[in-house]
């Protein structure tokens, strides 16, 4: 596999053995001083110390900072945020799932300035209290492919005083390279493979949804589509597929790009539910996908048509798009309700009214009232039968 090179919506370099050009990149981006931020389990993986040999190697002082948890907190950057100015750190290589890179990118964002993080929260202006200056470079290496963070401008902290999840924002807290390594992802077992690899799907299907005029997401988000529909089946019963791999972590990139257009009811109800039950995220949205789809069909019918064609499928239109999705998820395991998984109908009425009140609400097609997601919700716990 040849390595290839990219610089939108960032600098990209995309194949095995990716891994390697980490010297490189911290010499181009004038990183000699590196913070290794990642999560406990991948530090322990040999991934992590090919890492620090490589750095190492090259002559770079590199740290591991590890102290990320699963849906990291204000607690986890605060503590990066101490290890970078203390140890007079230059730039940050963010290594793991979506969450190492999350914190990686808030301790870029926010270790110099002299707000706390939560000043950047995503709303209105806030961003602009940040000097762009002080923000350190980071390089992405993602080892999961899913939640497309690498590319993304933004990073999801929970608020532990608060109890709720904050969305951290900076134009510039995109990484400024980088390293799509299939390598990296091999080892990821199936149930997770499939979780997020549908979390990626739904990233591109609401971008498409979404209203609003954005032919470049639309384009990047059909094509995304598409290299999911010929790679996630392959990865998940053969992990050791690295160019399989490697199309599903480029298809990552892709759903995440592809966004910033707009999410919709699938992650308005998934984020809710993740509150209320800590369920995994990707395994949420891949339940709920056919239920949103159906629901909104009125208003996408003519976008399913045209990926209907795209992706060669029988029949046409939402119907298409329908049958694949539900004959996709059953090939990789997911279940068809959420009941499947031990939610329960009983709190409908406070999901819908938090659903409605999510960020991504705003970019489904049809502008669902509270009661109209209980009631979707509700569907996708007790499950529809479209046979
Ligand atoms: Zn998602």
């Known amino acids: 596999m040849s390595l290839s090179s990219w610089n939108y919506p960032t600098a990209i370099i995309a194949g095995s053995g990716a ?10 981006l004038g990183i000699i001083r590196p913070l290794l931020v990642t999560d406990p389990g991948i530090a322990a993986l040999p991934m992590t110390q090919t890492a620090i040999n490589l750095c190492e190697e090259s002559g770079l002082s590199v740290t591991l ?14 503590a990066g945020n101490k290890v970078f100015v203390d140890g007079h750190h230059d730039g940050i290589i963010a290594l793991g799932g979506g969450s190492a890179l999350d914190c990686a990118k808030a301790i870029a964002l926010s270790a110099h300035q002299k ?3 939560w000043q950047f929260e995503d709303i209105g202006d806030n961003w ?14 993602p080892t999961t492919a899913g939640t497309g963070s690498e590319v993304g401008r933004a990073s999801v902290i929970t608020n532990s005083a608060e109890q709720r999840k904050v969305i951290i924002f900076h134009p510039d807290m995109v990484p400024k390279q980088v390293l799509l390594d299939p390598d990296l992802t091999l080892a990821l077992p199936p149930h997770i493979t499939a979780a997020t690899g549908m979390d990626a799907l ?6 498409l949804c979404a209203p609003g005029y954005h032919p470049m997401a639309d384009g990047i988000a059909t094509e995304g589509i598409r290299l999911v529909q010929q790679n996630l089946p392959t990865v998940f019963h053969n992990g050791a597929d690295k160019e399989a791999r490697m199309q599903m972590l480029v298809a990552s990139s892709m759903g995440a790009t592809a966004f910033q257009k707009g999410l919709g009811a699938m992650h308005a109800i998934a984020h809710t539910l993740g509150a209320l039950y800590n369920a995994h995220h990707g395994l949420l949205n891949a339940i709920l996908m056919p239920y949103v789809l159906d629901a909104n069909r009125s208003e996408v019918e003519q976008k399913m048509e045209r990926l ?17 999705i539900l004959t996709l998820r059953r090939e990789v395991g997911i279940p068809h309700t959420l009941a499947d998984i031990g939610i329960t109908a009983e709190e409908a009425e406070r999901v819908g009214k938090m659903a409605v ?16 997601y ?4 509700t569907l996708a716990v007790n499950g529809k039968d479209w046979s």
């Open 65 to 78: 900072f590890s102290d990320v948890q699963g849906n990291p907190t204000g607690e986890n950057v605060a």
């Open 19 to 28: 891994l390697n050009k980490l010297p490189d990149a911290c010499q181009s």
């Open 115 to 117: 707000h706390e993080v």
């Open 308 to 324: 209907a064609r795209y992706l060669d499928l029988d029949g046409s239109g939402t119907d298409a798009v329908l049958a694949w």
């Open 357 to 372: 009140n999510d960020p991504s609400a705003g970019g489904n097609p049809i502008s669902f009232t509270a009661e109209q």
């Open 202 to 207: 739904s990233h591109s299907l609401e971008a």
């Open 128 to 141: 602009t209290l940040a000097v762009p200056d002080l923000i350190a470079p980071v390089i992405a290496l």
């Open 374 to 377: 209980s009631q979707l919700f």
